[in-house]
T-cell receptor, first 112, second 113 residues
Framework: GENVEQHPSTLSVQEGDSAVIKCTYS??????FPWYKQELGKRPQLIID?????GEKKDQRIAVTLNKTAKHFSLHITETQPEDSAVYFC???????????FGPGTRLSVLP | DGGITQSPKYLFRKEGQNVTLSCEQN?????MYWYRQDPGQGLRLIYY???????QKGDIAEGYSVSREKKESFPLTVTSAQKNPTAFYLC????????????FGDGTRLSIL
């Protein structure tokens, strides 16, 4: 089955700097890759997603890139703010959209 | 996502007791999911259902059971066979098909008395 790895597990950046989180997946049939943000004790919330027919997608300060050949995708956050501090999860969806496999998460801390 | 309601928010289980966690959605989503999240960990899939009256085991189904009698509802029962039930339980739903994101409820935190 699918296996998703995520790095780093923790990341600290200064406010205003950029943050990059990388995920790799194992199943070449996976074709949908969402990113979720989870604040402490709250629900994960979708922040951006990408499908396999696109190499990059951007939404204001957040962007996701996908390299299907290498089977990895990355989340980029520019001009980080303290409210970006949270745990971020990547996920990969199988070809039928029936099941998501989540990465273990990255705890991002944005220092003022 | 206000369309997915989990209850209760906190739940305590006595040894040997079965408890049921509720998940209701009004998003008209076909697919529903249950995840377990342990402190500092990712999400592990317990069960999922793509249509009414059908569901599939996830990676950690042992000690849990579900039903899907209505499209809107997907309750999870944590049985006495689950020896380590203390965790944060998240319910999610999505449209069927490729490229459909999952939307999560606020979760239920289950503890052992």
């Amino acid at each position: 089955g699918e296996n998703v790895e995520q790095h780093p597990s923790t990341l600290s950046v200064q406010e205003g700097d950029s943050a990059v989180i990388k995920c790799t997946y194992s199943d070449s049939a996976s074709n949908y890759f969402p990113w979720y943000k989870q604040e402490l004790g709250k629900r994960p919330q979708l922040i951006i997603d990408i499908s396999s027919n696109v190499g990059e997608k951007k939404d204001q300060r957040i962007a996701v890139t996908l390299n299907k050949t290498a089977k990895h995708f990355s989340l980029h956050i520019t001009e980080t703010q303290p409210e970006d501090s949270a745990v971020y999860f990547c996920a990969a969806s199988d070809n039928y959209g029936q099941n998501f496999v989540f990465g273990p998460g990255t705890r991002l801390s944005v220092l003022p | 996502d206000g369309g997915i309601t989990q209850s209760p928010k906190y739940l305590f289980r006595k040894e040997g007791q079965n408890v049921t966690l509720s998940c209701e959605q009004n998003l008209n989503h076909d697919a529903m999911y249950w995840y377990r999240q342990d402190p500092g960990q990712g999400l592990r899939l317990i069960y999922y259902s793509q249509i009414v009256n059908d569901f599939q085991k996830g990676d950690i189904a042992e000690g849990y059971s579900v039903s899907r009698e209505k499209k809107e509802s997907f309750p999870l029962t944590v049985t006495s066979a689950q020896k380590n039930p203390t965790a944060f339980y998240l319910c999610a739903s999505s449209m069927r098909g490729q490229g459909q994101p999952q939307h999560f409820g606020d979760g239920t935190r289950l503890s052992i008395l």
